[in-house]
């Protein structure tokens, strides 16, 4: 059974905000979210940023990657007004404060790590070493609802959070589930799967509920298919339409 909860804001604001921000975040609580999903990757000095892109250019200005830059150096760079003028003040995220605004706001996290490429064992080690840190008296007190859910493509980076942070869940990110994906998902100890909803089916949405995953899916846009998806028994989903599929939606739906 899926713990957590069922519809979470992509990236903060959906389309309604520049993505993996405060702004973001702030926008996705005014349509009454408190469930996010957002990126984590590694700038040049180890320190993780809220970041989806591997380089600069698209919704931070600059140029090169994010391994060129320290973390500081992130965190001064323009990550709004891609979007529009009136984000031109929103800047890079720190992965630690973006989480302590969450927790302190009562926003649950779906946190994927995205490693830029050769960095993932750094990667999962470091989210996963320091949402530990930061849950530790939810791990004491054995309340896993309040976890984050630690997702990632990478089986190394999921492995190497495995390693440092065991009793934190784990779940697989894969657009399509490919033969062999019970195994490559127990070998990490995964508590759910993320499927790309285009690719799912009513068989292999109940094949990953039989092997007792948790079922997620992204990035489902149209309220018509997030009901079909709820149909299949899919537990949850994230959303870029905040403003057509609110937090509610699967209890209407169910």
């Given at each position: ?71 500081l150096e992130l965190a001064r760079m323009d990550a ?175």
């Amino acid at each position: 059974m899926w713990p957590y909860p069922r519809i979470l804001a992509h990236r903060g604001g959906g389309t309604l905000a520049p993505e993996n921000t405060f702004a973001g975040l702030r926008r996705g609580m005014d349509f009454g979210f408190r469930a996010v999903e957002f990126d984590v990757m590694l700038a040049r000095d180890g320190v993780p940023v809220v970041m989806h892109d591997p380089y600069l250019g698209r919704t931070v200005s600059g140029a090169g990657h994010v391994f060129d830059y320290d973390g500081l150096e992130l965190a001064r760079m323009d990550a709004g007004s891609w979007f529009g003028v009136d984000y031109r003040a929103e800047v890079v995220p720190l992965f630690v404060e973006f989480a302590q605004f969450c927790k302190a706001n009562g926003i649950w996290m779906n946190i994927e790590i995205k490693p830029a490429r050769g960095f993932d064992v750094e990667t999962g080690e470091t989210v996963a070493r320091i949402a530990r840190a930061m849950f530790a008296d939810e791990l004491a007190g054995g309340q896993l609802a309040k976890l984050p859910l630690l997702s990632s493509f990478s089986f190394a980076a999921l492995e190497a959070a495995r390693r440092v942070a065991p009793d934190l869940p784990r779940a697989c990110l894969m657009s399509e589930l490919p033969p062999g994906w019970e195994p490559l998902a127990r070998s990490v100890e995964a508590s759910a799967i993320h499927a790309n909803h285009r690719h799912l089916t009513p068989a292999l949405a109940r094949a990953v509920l039989d092997a007792g995953f948790g079922l997620f899916c992204y990035t489902v846009n149209e309220p018509a298919r997030a009901a079909e998806l709820l149909g299949w028994g899919v537990e949850a989903f994230c959303t870029d339409r905040i403003d057509l599929i609110g937090p509610d939606f699967g209890r209407k739906a169910a």
